[in-house]
């Protein structure tokens, strides 16, 4: 008998000119679905969002590798400066998620309007143990020289604000959807 899979997300409105696309992604969905362009493939037939899909997918995209890659499987991207690391990194990414026994990312995209402009309001939380945001945040601030580690200043040179709540796990992006992309 074949297996009936569950939906991952769902698409809602609220207010005319308002919605939200929720994402709750499972171990085996993280094993097997690359969710980032599903989701953005939807919010894409929002049409003012087309013109910011670019920086939406690069943010997006961030986040969910960070919660994926260290949240999840704790990879450190240190290693990937040195003499094939990159490539040491993608092996034990792959056997990390083959091997995840237990895990979640949540993930939401949620168009509200914040001082009459309109804002998407990106959210993403993750089952992982967190980290120490406020020196992450600090070390970006300083300038990040190294080959790695600089989607957090990516997403704030993007964003109107980033913010980490709690351990680290859960982090809110707002991204001004006011003014048109290129």
Same mark, same amino acid.
């Given at each position: 008998?074949?297996?009936?899979?569950?939906?991952v997300?769902s698409l809602?409105?609220?207010?005319?000119?308002?919605?939200?696309f929720?994402a709750?992604i499972g171990?085996d969905?993280?094993?097997q679905l690359d969710?980032v362009?599903?989701?953005?493939n939807?919010?894409?037939q929002?049409e003012h969002i087309?013109?910011?899909i670019?920086p939406i997918?690069?943010i &997006?995209s961030e986040?969910y590798t =960070? @919660?994926?890659?260290?949240?999840l499987?704790?990879?450190d991207s240190?290693?990937k400066?040195e003499p094939g690391g990159f490539?040491s990194y993608?092996?034990?990414?792959?056997?990390?998620?083959?091997?995840l026994?237990?895990?979640?990312?949540e993930l939401?995209? $949620?168009q509200?309007e !914040? @001082?009459g402009?309109?804002v998407?309001? !990106?959210?993403?939380?993750?089952?992982?143990?967190?980290f120490?945001?406020?020196?992450?945040?600090?070390?970006d601030?300083?300038g =990040?020289?190294?080959?790695?580690?600089?989607?957090v200043?990516?997403?704030?040179s993007?964003?109107q604000?980033v $913010?980490y709540q709690?351990?680290? =796990? $859960?982090?809110?992006?707002?991204?001004?959807?006011? &003014?048109? &992309?290129?």
């Open positions: 008998a074949a297996q009936a899979v569950a939906p997300g809602s409105r609220g207010k005319p000119g308002e919605w939200r929720h709750s171990t969905q993280l094993k969710i362009p599903l989701m953005l939807v919010i894409e929002i087309r013109a910011h670019s997918f690069l &997006v986040l =960070n @919660a994926l890659d260290h949240g499987l704790h990879l240190g290693m400066s490539d993608m092996e034990q990414r792959h056997e990390r998620l083959q091997n026994g237990d895990g979640s990312i939401s995209l $949620e509200v !914040i @001082a402009q309109p998407l309001r !990106i959210s993403m939380k993750d089952s992982g143990a967190g120490d945001h406020a020196a992450v945040m600090q070390r601030m300083a =990040n020289q190294k080959a790695y580690g600089r989607g200043a990516l997403i704030r993007l964003s604000q $913010e709690g351990c680290g =796990n $859960e982090v809110t992006v707002l991204y001004s959807l006011g &003014v048109k &992309v290129g």
